[in-house]
């Protein structure tokens, strides 16, 4: 018989199997394909620009058009597409569908009327073709600006996308600090999730509630402690290399005139759908 | 033993505590000359680490002095910054956990992090990282996160990580901890390469085989932090009652058909006795 597992547990294995599945991304990452070819910065300057595209663009062909060009890209970039939809799609209803669903009715955007929903002689309920098109941009523009802010996280490794945000002025020690954070919280999570498996061993039956809270929040602070320690430790091991405060970095990106090629042929796309 | 060289390290009666409460050395006083190969050896708890660590500069004890090439080794001297930069570059410390040192998002930037902070221009940066991944035969691992390396890979990227620093003296702490045996003797024939080539070896350990190998001279710390013995590898390690004494071997008992008896788990000598 399996134990069954607390909120606390469940969580960790969560975020730990969240986690996991970065690692799988940056296997994407490390793919050959069109975009994991591209510098990373030029990469970020055109997604940057195509993410503007889509919230500036009046018409809501122009956006399906955008969304293609994303499934495109993803493509050639060796995405699997089903897990590239889903990833996007499935939580949309969720998030901007909750969002978006209000602007529908009259009472909200007022129009000429669909679907009418309730009708009073004080009161009018429906479903306008105003409102209808308001939510449809608004859940397009959100899908497509996720689809490619995913997209360029899938196409490139955490590192270098850090390394490539630099161009956005982000200073080198935030970049050096989010690389870090990112490093241990994988570490972390293993032991956070060492102690319980180390707890359950050890374990035969039921807990008591009250006794299993005074065991997580043990847990809690001994890992508090640990990582503690570990802060200490890595700052001691960063000032024996010669740290002394101001991060240094180095970015090996090299411009090729395919880069180029992308850029120019980007920007003018995402000019272009502002226009029209 | 004495030194006929001029020393690069010399400390004279130090003590150091953790927060004024926990005491890690007694009264330490110890020099070292250039090109030796030395060990700290101690049982767990003895202070070998808190001594590496001051040796690196990292901690400053309340009582003694420090010297090192011949400055005094305080935290007011490592506020010039010239100072700080030219003992930083000549001196490299391996911590026993490399979860530790590998702090960067890529093996190829934990290698170019020290070059990088000593303001190395890129090209000498790029060519110093090279150079340690060749040497180490760790080139495949050039994009790899070090937190999803196996421990000897670990270690290597550690030890790659210093040796682009070109660092006059190596600190290395408990170096042969956790390593499968074949990650283990390709450490140690390093450590003797590394002497071999003019390099200052400060290894701290317990690990008796390990020594046999890698110092020439030792210092041995007691349980109760003080050191209580030096010499040359001979004279220590056929010091039966010392190592015993301070806890690093054992008497192991054992029988011989109807004979039963015990000796130091460790003999430098055959192990001859009558049979009946």
């Not at chain 2, 093996?107 to 180490?136: H, N, T």
Request: with cysteine.
């Amino acid at each position: 018989m399996r134990a069954r597992r607390g909120f606390i547990e469940r969580s960790i294995a969560d975020i730990t199997a969240t986690l996991e599945k970065a690692i799988f991304s940056e296997e994407l990452a490390r793919k050959e394909g069109l975009l994991q070819n591209l510098d990373p910065r030029m990469k970020v300057i055109t997604f940057l620009a195509l993410l503007l595209a889509v919230s500036l663009s009046q018409g809501l062909l122009i956006i399906v058009a955008l969304y293609f060009l994303t499934l495109l890209l993803a493509w050639r970039s060796r995405i699997p597409l089903g897990f590239f939809i889903k990833r996007v799609w499935l939580f949309m209803p969720f998030f901007t569908g909750m969002v978006a669903l209000p602007a529908l009715f009259n009472i909200f955007t007022p129009g000429e009327p669909i679907v009418t929903l309730w009708q009073t002689e004080r009161f009018h309920l429906a479903i306008t073709i105003q409102g209808l098109r308001t939510a449809t941009f608004l859940v397009l523009r959100v899908g497509v600006s996720v689809s490619l802010a995913l997209l360029s996280v899938l196409t490139t490794p955490w590192a270098t996308l850090l390394k490539a945000l630099h161009i956005l002025r982000l200073p080198q020690v935030f970049i050096l600090i989010l690389g870090m954070a990112y490093r241990y919280a994988f570490l972390l999570l293993h032991t956070a999730n060492s102690m319980f498996l180390a707890r359950q061993s050890r374990t035969v039956g039921q807990m008591p509630g009250g006794e299993n809270r005074r065991w997580i929040a043990a847990s809690a602070s001994t890992l508090l402690a640990k990582s503690y320690h570990l802060s200490q430790e890595v700052y001691l091991a960063m000032l024996s290399r010669g740290f002394r405060g101001e991060a240094q970095m180095l970015d090996t990106f090299r411009l090729k005139p395919s880069d180029w090629l992308w850029g120019a042929t980007l920007l003018a796309l995402a000019l272009l759908a502002v226009l029209m | 033993m004495k030194m006929r060289k001029e020393p690069i390290f010399e400390l004279e009666r130090v003590s150091f505590t953790y927060d004024g409460k926990v005491t890690a050395l007694r009264e330490v006083s110890l020099a070292v000359a250039a090109r030796e190969k030395i060990a700290l050896l101690g049982a767990n708890g003895s202070g070998k680490s808190t001594l590496l660590m001051i040796l690196a500069g990292l901690y400053f004890p309340a009582l003694g002095q420090v010297r090192a090439f011949g400055n005094a080794l305080t935290e007011e001297a490592f506020k010039d910054e010239s100072f700080a930069f030219s003992f930083r570059r000549k001196v490299g410390l391996l911590f026993q956990d490399p979860d530790v040192q590998l702090f960067s998002p890529t093996v190829w930037d934990e290698v170019a992090f020290a070059p990088l902070q000593l303001g190395l221009d890129q090209e000498e940066v790029v060519s110093r990282v090279e150079e340690a991944l060749r040497l180490l035969r760790i080139e495949s691992l050039r994009d790899r996160a070090p937190h999803r390396l196996s421990e000897g890979e670990k270690k290597k990227v550690a030890i790659a990580s210093i040796l682009s620093l070109h660092p006059e003296v190596w600190l290395l702490d408990e170096p042969t901890a956790g390593l499968d045996p074949r990650t283990e003797s390709w450490f140690l024939d390093f450590i003797c390469q590394l002497n071999e080539v003019g390099h200052t070896v400060i290894t701290a350990t317990h690990d008796l085989d390990a020594v046999d190998l890698i110092a020439d001279r030792i210092y041995v710390l007691s349980e109760e932090n003080r050191l209580i013995a030096q010499g040359t590898r001979q004279e220590i390690l056929s010091d039966r009652e010392l190592l015993l004494r301070c806890n690093l071997t054992h008497e192991h008992r054992h029988r011989h058909e109807r004979l039963e008896h015990a000796h130091p788990h460790r003999h430098p000598e055959r192990h001859i006795h009558p049979h009946e």
